[in-house]
């Protein structure tokens, strides 16, 4: 009974952990892109270097959502109370 416990705490876990990291990766990747549209409509000039952060950017946020995964599949599989 106690292991059913813990192998529910680590699945409802990783899937908050999961959820809010794709929502986390979604807004960010939203406003990142919403501020890079609304730079190249105010300076058409500056796109190669608003581009180049926005590049950036997004790939810091994606990489947030995939250090998530990989700590929910942590719990998941590497769970050293799950015996």
Do not use: W
């Not at 190249?40 to 998530?68: C, D, H, K, W, Y």
């Amino acid at each position: 009974m106690e292991n059913a416990i813990m192998v529910a705490a680590a699945l409802v876990g990783a899937g908050i952990c999961m959820g809010l990291a794709a929502i986390g990766a979604g807004l960010g990747d939203g406003l990142v892109t919403s501020k890079f549209i609304e730079g190249i409509t105010r300076q058409p000039e500056a796109q190669g270097a608003l581009f180049t952060n926005t590049l950036i950017s997004v790939g810091l946020i994606e990489a947030m959502a995939i250090i998530a995964a990989v700590v929910a599949l942590i719990m998941l599989y590497a769970n050293p109370l799950i015996g």
